[in-house]
């Protein structure tokens, strides 16, 4: 597509939850980021991968966190047994190499009641 | 950890009137870019610099890469409605992942 794609847009999810985020990025863009970011607050930094492999996973708040990416282009972002702190927009973005210019998605905003 | 210091927080102006805003980072990075977020938008990228010193422009934006590496500035003359949005800083060094500022929202009366 023409640019990074997430889905959903919304998602209103009760505690204890599993939610699946989606982020398809631009044809060809090799890395690929996920942020989160609260109401009024900066990106914190979650993951990112670089092709298939995630060499940096060090933002991710919990092991009820995890992604994936295979075929080196769409990535899942998945929370588990959700808590109401997890509540916020999660942006994907993506980029060509691993440097610089990133390109971001609108972003899943997530509501755990 | 990266932790990069963006200020200010906010800032309410007058259409018209010029805008400075900038992040400073205890650590040294070799990428600084430049980020507007509209409401519910994905950050866009405004400017992007890669050289200690360097001076860039696009339209009425100016930013700068600090020669220490440690900091950046971005600046927006004659500021018009359109500008408003949250503007975020993120710098990277090598292949790291980008770190970015809190933010500054900028709010302009008419």
């Given at each position: ?44 930094f ?38 109401q ?10 980029s ?8 971001f ?9 | ?9 906010s ?31 994905g ?21 700068q ?41 900028l709010?302009?009366?008419?």
């Open positions: 597509g023409a640019g990074v794609s997430q889905s959903p847009s919304n998602k209103v999810t009760e505690k204890g939850k599993d939610v699946e985020l989606r982020c398809d990025p631009i044809s060809g863009h090799t890395a690929l980021y996920w942020y989160r970011q609260s109401l009024g607050q900066g990106l914190e979650l993951i990112y991968f670089q092709g298939n492999s995630a060499p940096d996973k060090s933002g991710l708040p919990s092991d009820r966190f995890s992604a994936e990416r295979t075929g080196g282009s769409v990535s899942t972002l998945t929370i588990q047994r959700t808590q702190e997890d509540s916020a927009v999660y942006l994907c973005a993506s060509l190499p691993v440097l610089g210019e990133l390109f998605g609108e972003g899943s905003r997530l509501t755990v009641l | 950890g990266q932790q990069l210091n963006q200020s200010p927080q800032m309410f102006i007058q259409e018209g009137e010029d805008v400075s805003m900038n992040c400073t980072s205890s650590s040294i990075f070799n990428t600084w870019l430049w980020y507007k977020q509209d409401p519910g938008e950050p866009v990228l405004l400017i992007a610099l890669y050289k200690a010193g360097e001076l860039t422009s696009n339209g009425r934006l100016t930013a890469f600090g020669i220490t590496r440690k900091d950046s500035f971005l600046n927006i003359s004659a500021s018009i409605p359109s500008d408003v949005g949250i503007y975020f800083c993120a710098g990277q060094l090598g292949a790291q992942k980008l770190v970015f500022g809190q933010g500054t929202r709010t302009i009366n008419p």
